[in-house]
């Protein structure tokens, strides 16, 4: 078996990434309310928040530095998703986690704020993020997953060429019980 390669931090994208109508940027400190405002919304809360109890602000803030510690890790990379014409307003968050450089792999997710959905961000974000996994990265597989009921995000994932590969049965604990998961799967060339 050959060695894992060391794990390094996970570089920035730099330049930040946009495709002119939607920006990937660092996170930062101020904003925490609006990120806060976005996520504790109904359908982040109901799709992306496996707790029982809502998120809170001080987790939102405390998120900051959890998403510094977990990039010098080289384990993830959480990105803002802002306007590019005010790059104050959040329109929500792109990532890749579970970043494998051994296995050459890693997952991706995102989610929206309610005062930016239906117009494709996600879409984009997920265009943007999966096309600078596979090159700066050199990832040869990214992972999506979902809820079975989470019929706006298989679209997202869908709309960008990933693959519907199965469902994972009680894959994970969700809420008060176990939830099915299912997997999309993404390799290079593959991206639209
Ligand atoms: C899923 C989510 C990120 C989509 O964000 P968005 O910016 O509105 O997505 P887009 O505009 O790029 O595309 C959404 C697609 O889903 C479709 N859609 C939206 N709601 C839907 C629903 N309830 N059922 C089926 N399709 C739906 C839209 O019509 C669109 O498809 P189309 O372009 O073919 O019309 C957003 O709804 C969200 O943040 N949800 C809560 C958090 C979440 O689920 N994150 C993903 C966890 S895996």
Redesign the pocket.
């Known amino acids: 078996m050959p060695d894992d390669p060391p794990r390094s931090a996970l570089p920035f994208p730099d330049p930040d990434l946009t495709d002119g109508t939607v920006l990937l940027r660092p996170w930062q400190e101020r904003d925490t309310p609006q990120r806060y405002a976005a996520f504790s919304d109904e359908?982040?809360q109901r799709?992306?928040w496996p707790h029982v109890e809502p998120i809170t602000e001080a987790q939102v803030h405390a998120a900051l530095a959890d998403n510094e510690r977990d990039r010098l890790a080289g384990a993830s990379l959480n990105l803002a998703v802002v306007d590019p014409a005010d790059p104050a307003r959040i329109w929500?968050a792109a990532s890749l986690y579970d970043v494998d450089p051994a296995q050459s792999r890693a997952s991706i997710?995102?989610?929206?704020a309610p005062w930016?959905?239906?117009?494709?961000?996600?879409?984009r974000s997920l265009r943007l993020l999966a096309g600078w996994g596979f090159g700066a990265l050199g990832v040869h597989r990214l992972e999506l997953?979902?809820g079975p009921d989470?019929?706006?995000?298989a679209?997202?994932a869908e709309?960008c060429g990933f693959v519907r590969e199965g469902l994972l049965r009680s894959h994970l604990r969700f809420k008060t019980g176990r939830r099915d998961t299912v997997v999309f799967g993404l390799l290079p060339g593959e991206l639209r």
């Open positions: 359908l982040c799709f992306s929500g997710g995102y989610w929206v930016s959905r239906g117009r494709g961000v996600a879409t997953t979902c989470n019929l706006a995000s679209r997202v709309h």
